[in-house]
DNA sequence: GGCCAGGGGATTA
DNA sequence: TAATCCCATGGC
């Protein structure tokens, strides 16, 4: 973002200017488009832009000239702006920079011909650490949805009980409503969200968040994951995929594996297992991607996503199109 | 107009 | 335990 589109144009506060230099295996695109957040838009600089503890930032990357496959993050944002350390400290988390995702990336394209190809197409991934409740409720959106709607979804629940933060180019900046907010509304609240029977999940969920102030959600990074897991599954509205989810993507959790339906076509499709057989899939995930699945489940998610939509045929071709090979054969008996 | 979307919950068998 | 149905909503 240039100096001047941010002084001239936002009422956000002073905007500070975060840098991490020589940073390698990141790409934008592929951090924001994977579908972990709902909140970053592409800017036509090729920045992003989002909304992030209350705070509005903006996310560029410059390559190296060297094009030794490094690069500049580059970050404008307000959040705590007056304390470097700690907005160093945030950011480096928030983008996961202390992670040698090169080893990782060779870890688990040694022997795996099908990851190679993911890697290839979004290399550039990093699991990032979002905000806890942010993403519980996000994820509690996600079910039975499709992610254009889900960052719509969003966006009205955060426009109608978000705080409004500032204006960026004319248009109001909100946060994500807080834990309090929601856990006081009633359900037809939030109707105008358009959430559909999720909206109950979220104001029962948001209740029983709020008994304890948030504390056990806030302190899911340092509890050990079955634990963790279990508090999660007792919300209402999270099932074994969305309480992954969250783990992975605002607890640090990186061994879990979420499975949705892409990733049943995917192990279905590209690993040959049965397509209903959740549980193997579980299995082969713990024990092919170990301490590393939920980055794997990343690299694989992203890639059929994107093979779909840019070259629907070979996806077609490699039996990714629903129904699975499994169900094309039972049909075929009958 | 039926199918699908980053599923979960309740009921059934 | 595993399968099945239903749950709102909107894009196609």
Redesign the pocket.
């Known amino acids: 973002m240039e100096n001047g589109a941010v002084s001239e144009s936002n009422m956000t506060g002073t905007l500070v200017k975060t840098v991490f230099k020589n940073v390698m295996d990141f790409d934008l695109e592929d951090i924001f488009e ?3 957040c709902f909140r970053w838009r592409r800017q036509p600089d090729g920045s992003y832009s989002g909304i992030v503890e209350g705070s509005f930032a903006n996310v560029s990357y410059i390559a190296g000239e060297d094009s030794d496959g490094t690069g500049d993050v580059k970050i404008w944002s307000n959040l705590f702006a007056s304390d470097r350390e700690r907005r160093d400290r945030y950011w480096r988390n928030y983008f996961d920079l202390d992670r040698n995702y090169t080893r990782i990336k060779r870890i688990l394209t040694t022997e795996d011909s099908v990851m190679r190809k993911a890697v290839r197409t979004g290399g550039g991934i990093r699991i990032l650490n979002q905000n806890k409740w942010e993403t519980l409720i996000s ?2 959106i ?9 960052q ?1 979804c969003i966006e009205i629940l955060c426009r109608e009980h978000g705080r409004n933060i500032g204006l960026l180019h004319g248009e109001p900046l909100y946060s994500f409503p807080s834990v309090d907010r929601l856990s006081v509304l009633n359900e037809d609240d939030l ?1 105008v969200c ?5 909206a ?2 979220i104001s029962q969920a948001a209740r029983i968040v709020a008994m304890d102030g948030g504390m056990v959600l806030e302190d899911g990074e340092s509890m050990p994951k079955a634990a963790l897991e279990e508090y999660l ?1 007792s ?11 969250v783990m992975l ?1 605002s607890m640090k959790k990186a061994e879990v594996f ?6 049943r ?1 995917v192990m279905a499709g590209l690993y040959g297992m049965s397509e ?2 959740l ?1 193997g899939m579980q299995d082969y995930a713990k024990r092919n991607f170990g301490e590393y699945g939920g980055i794997a ?2 690299y694989l ?2 890639y059929v ?1 994107k093979l779909k939509r840019d070259d629907p045929t070979t996806y077609a071709r490699l039996g990714l199109d ?2 699975s090979m499994e169900d094309r054969d039972e049909k075929r008996m009958i």
């Open positions: 994977c579908g972990q994820f509690i996600s079910q039975n949805n499709n992610i254009p709607r889900i719509g109707d358009r959430l559909g029977y999720r109950r999940y599954l919300l209402p509205g999270v099932g074994p995929k969305v309480a992954n989810c993507f979420p499975i949705d339906v892409w990733m076509r209903r057989n549980s489940q990343q998610f992203n996503r629903s129904p």
